[in-house]
Structure formats: C-alpha cells, structure tokens
C-alpha cells in the first residue's frame, strides 16, 4: 500500500471551488458572480491596452531575455512599486527605513512576511486579522508557521459600516507586538473602509498598544479610481514613523491576475539594519522558489516608470473603477424598481471590486440552484462580474430569494 494512500483530502478553498462549479454548469443563463477579477461590459476578461503594448514591445526586443532575477527580483520594479505605494516623498525613503522585495503578487507578500515575522520576531507572534477577512488570510498565517489568526470586530452588520469602536476595543486588547492586517483599502469582502477620522483612532491604538501593521493592498486604485486616495491610510501609518509591513498586488489593477506581480515592503521605525532585513528576506524566498517570474514585474516596471503610459494606466484605472460603480447603481436601481424587500443602499455605499449584500447562505443556495448565479456562501458579489445585460435578471432572482 502506498505511504500517500491513506492523506485525507483537503475541503476545497471556499472561492475557488465557486468557479470550477461555475465551470462545469450547462446553463445558458449561468452568471459568475463570484471570481474576484475584473471584466468588461460584455462580461469578458480584460488586458489593458497599455500592459498590451508593453507585453508587445518587450517580445520583439532583441535584449529580452529569461535570465533568472535575484532573488528580491527587478530592483526598478521593487523601487516604482515602494513609490506607488508609500509616496514618492515618502519619509521611509528619506530615512531609509524601508527594504521591498518582489512577491508573488499579493498572497506571496503576505506568505514571505509573515514567514518573516516567525522567523525573526517570534514564532508565537500573534496575528489579528478582521472579522470577516479575505478567507485566504487565516490559511496563509499558519503555513507561515504561526499560531492561528484571531478576529477582531470589523464589520457591522445592522448599518453596514465598519465597527469601529468593536475594532478599537478588540486590538487595545491585544498584546503589544501582535501583527493586526489591515486591508489598506476596499475591504474584501464586506466594501466598508475606516473613514480617515476611523484610520487616525486605529493608529492611535496601533501606537499606544505596541501593535505592528501589515497593510494588505490589494485593490490600490479601484476603491476610488485614484491610486493617490486608495494609499492614504498606509501613508499616514508611515508617516507616524512605526515598525510595519506592506504587501501590494498589481493583479487587480494592472489585470496581471495570473502573471503574480506584488512586492512586500518591511518599513521599520529607524533605519541602520535594512542590509540584513534585506539578506534575510532573500534568504526566505531562495528557500521557498529561489526568484520571483520575470515578465510581469518587467510589464509593471516598464509602465510605472514611464509618465505617458502611467497617465494611461490611471486613465484605465478610472475607467474600471467607474463601471464598478456604475453596476452598484444599476443593481440598486434594478432592485428597488422591482421592489426587493429591504434596503439596498449598502450597495452603492460599498467601496471596491465586491459587495456585501447580506443574503444568507440559504439565499444564495437558491440563488445558484434555482438560477445558476454564483456567489460565495457570505453572499459576497463580484461587481465587475455583472453587466447590463444581466443585472436585472440577479436582481429579479435576488427578490425571489429574499422574499
Ligand atoms: N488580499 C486580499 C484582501 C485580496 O482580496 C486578494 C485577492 O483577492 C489578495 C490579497 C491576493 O491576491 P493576489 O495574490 O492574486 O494578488
């Protein structure tokens, strides 16, 4: 008998499952609701005209190549996306207080930083991460080889805004050192952000109690369209001059989901040890994949770095970002036109790619039995997944679920 015959199957991740059931389902009238990627109008996947051109450019020069990368990967890359993130004028850079690597996109930031949080400040570090979270989050923190995350209050579900005195009171109660992630913008899943007067008593929590932020920005520029807007809370957080670690991810908002573009940047509180955060950092990534892929982080650089196609880039930012809202509105407007018990204005208030709509469970098993619309079980909807041709047709199949 073979020594792997008797390994238990893993449950399957709660969002990609989703889509295989998706996949395989015959109905014509189906609608994807779940993937957490961008579509177009028409409901189809979208590469932005100027990761295209850039894509274009570097197959037909002569001096690209596939040589490996170090193992902190494209240092212009590393440098454009610090900038992006933290600001251009940043006081990390002043100070030098700040070392980015390449990622594999976002769950690879995450997945190096916390290994490095076990490794070098204690395997017993305490993690906190907001309750609901992206569901990832939680299975990331133990490979990682820390303790499993704990919940803090984030979400309140009677007004549908964050819970901010909860938040409060859970993380004053956490002990100093423990890591809170925080989601730098556009709140997966619920859509709730902390308004900046929120983020300031969140800080002064984070200072007060000796807790380290690990900002996960995974939406930056398609909360508000304005990749400026969307970095504020971690700005502020830099610039309160505290120990902490930033993940990033161009899948979202460069559309460069399967190439795994991200960067992790550890900023600490003073400077004089970023060789050996550095050093160990590689030392990390040499264990787990050697380098990071290449061409991703060549398209993300090469359009970071140039002014026109960066203008570009916004521009479509904007774009993306403007049909997301303007879904929210047509799925409200669909709902209250054919009078869906409740209110719905959660819809139009939420921030980012999803929405938290608040069917239970059972509602969005009928949901997907009955009319074959895909969700999570949270009842979580894509945005971008909806488009004018079927909003009215989920929202004539919300009703009948709520009713
Ligand atoms: N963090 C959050 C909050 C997310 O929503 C996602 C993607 O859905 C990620 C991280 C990671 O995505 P990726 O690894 O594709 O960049």
Redesign the pocket.
Known sequence: SSIFGTIPEAPPDAILGLNTQYRSDPSPNKVNLGV?AYRTADGQPYVLPVVRRVEQALADDPSTTHEYLPQDGLKEFCNLSASLILGAHSPAFADRRSVTVQA?????A?RVGFTFVARFLSPQTAVYIPKP??S??KNVVVQSGLPPAKEYRYFDYGTGAVDINGMVEDLTAAPAGSIVVL?GCA??PTGADPSHEQWERVLQVVQEGGLVPFF?N??QGFASGSLEEDAWSVRRFVDAGIDMLV?Q????NMGL?GE?V?ALTVVSSEGGNNEAILSQLKAIIRAMYSNPPKHGAMVAAAILGHAGMFAEWEEELRKMADRIRDMRQKLRGALVKNGTPGNWDHIVNQIGMFSFTGLTAAQVELMKNKYHIYMTSNGRISMAGLTEDTVEYVADAMKDAVV
Do not use: Q
């Open positions: 957490g594999l996109s976002g769950t690879g995450l979270s992206w990832n989050h989601h709140h997966n996960d995974a939406y993940g991810s161009y899948a979202k989901y795994r991200g």
